[in-house]
């Protein structure tokens, strides 16, 4: 059964700690994508990768990092420095690397920072 | 940068009602996505516009994409509970992004 996976669902963390969100993808994705939704803001980018050992920073990408070793695996590192961590992440992924392909979006991990 | 704003952010209608939702760039759009996100849920792709003046529909919903490729719009005829959720559009301006921008999302509420 083919899909994007996310991991937990629902997390909490005390303020100070970096936390590691999982994206993994089966879909043979090459483009995967990092969103941060907040009530009434839409979708934001956070990071987003074309190809494996490449990626660019979206328009929130401070306080953020990524990595992307394997085509299936997108992790993203909420790091101390994000001044308001508590959010909605969502990985996406799409097949090629322009934006005409649809995003294909994970089930999404509720961050709550205490 | 580029911004892609909708409007309205928040809709109610009684069930059997018609529903419109507008999305509008400060900059052309080589494309624009429809997605639908239900509550507690994640975003899903629903339609893709490409050409100026493009209107594509789906059984209920009809998707217009503007003459001058700065607007879309989304319009479901006769509501159903089942029609409940946020939808977002996202577009992707002309320079060959290879990402998209998505609108802050209507939400719209079908009250039975």
């Known amino acids: 059964d083919g899909g994007i996976t996310q991991s937990p669902k629902y997390l909490f963390r005390k303020e100070g700690q970096n936390v590691t969100l999982s994206c993994e993808q089966n879909?043979?994705?090459?483009?995967m994508y990092w969103y941060r939704q907040d009530p009434g803001q839409g979708l934001r980018l956070i990071y987003y990768?074309?190809?494996?050992?490449?990626?660019q920073k979206g328009d929130i990408a401070e306080g953020y990092s990524v990595s992307r070793e394997k085509k299936e695996s997108f992790p993203l590192t909420v790091t101390s420095a994000q001044k308001n961590p508590t959010a909605f992440y969502l990985c996406?992924?799409?097949?090629?690397?322009?934006?005409?392909?649809?995003?294909?979006f994970g089930p999404g991990t509720r961050l709550t920072v205490l | 940068g580029q911004q892609v704003m909708q409007i309205p952010q928040y809709q109610h209608v009684q069930e059997g009602e018609d529903f419109t939702t507008y999305c509008n760039s400060s900059t052309t759009l080589s494309n624009i996505q429809w997605y639908k996100q239900r509550p507690g849920g994640h975003p899903v792709f629903l339609i893709q516009?490409?050409?100026?003046?493009e209107v594509k529909k789906q059984k209920r919903l009809t998707f217009q994409f503007g003459e001058a490729k700065k607007n879309s719009s989304l319009h479901i005829t006769a509501t159903q509970t089942t029609d409940v959720g946020t939808y977002f559009c996202a577009g992707s301006d002309q320079t060959g992004a290879n990402n998209l921008f998505f609108g802050t999302g209507t939400r719209l509420t079908v009250i039975p």
């Open positions: 879909l043979n994705h090459d483009a």
């Open positions: 990768s074309q190809i494996v050992n490449d990626f």
């Open positions: 996406a992924s799409s097949v090629g690397t322009n934006s005409y392909n649809e995003q294909f």
């Open positions: 516009l490409v050409k100026s003046g």
